[in-house]
């Protein structure tokens, strides 16, 4: 199975939800937020549209290193 992502900064209101969930042809869709805990965004926090899959959380982090503010 393939995967591809694509990064959108949309609104809550965006006209591109309606549109994936209504003409996802089939595909799992994962939408997540993008804080400094990849890990949550994932596995916690995600919306999917269309089938749900299982996501490999062993791969990503607790906190991202590049995210974390510095001191």
Do not use: Q
């Not at 199975?1 to 990064?7: I, N, P, R, V």
């Not at 042809?25 to 805990?37: A, D, E, K, R, V």
Request: some cysteine; charged content about 25%.
């Amino acid at each position: 199975m393939g995967a591809s992502a694509a990064l959108c900064d949309c609104a809550p209101n965006t006209p591109m939800l309606p549109w994936l969930m209504l003409d996802h042809g089939g595909l799992s869709i994962l939408i997540h937020p993008n804080t400094t805990n990849p890990k949550r965004d994932h596995l916690v926090d995600p919306i999917w549209i269309g089938r749900a899959l299982a996501a490999h959380g062993e791969v990503l982090r607790e906190e991202d290193e590049a995210k974390r503010p510095r001191r």
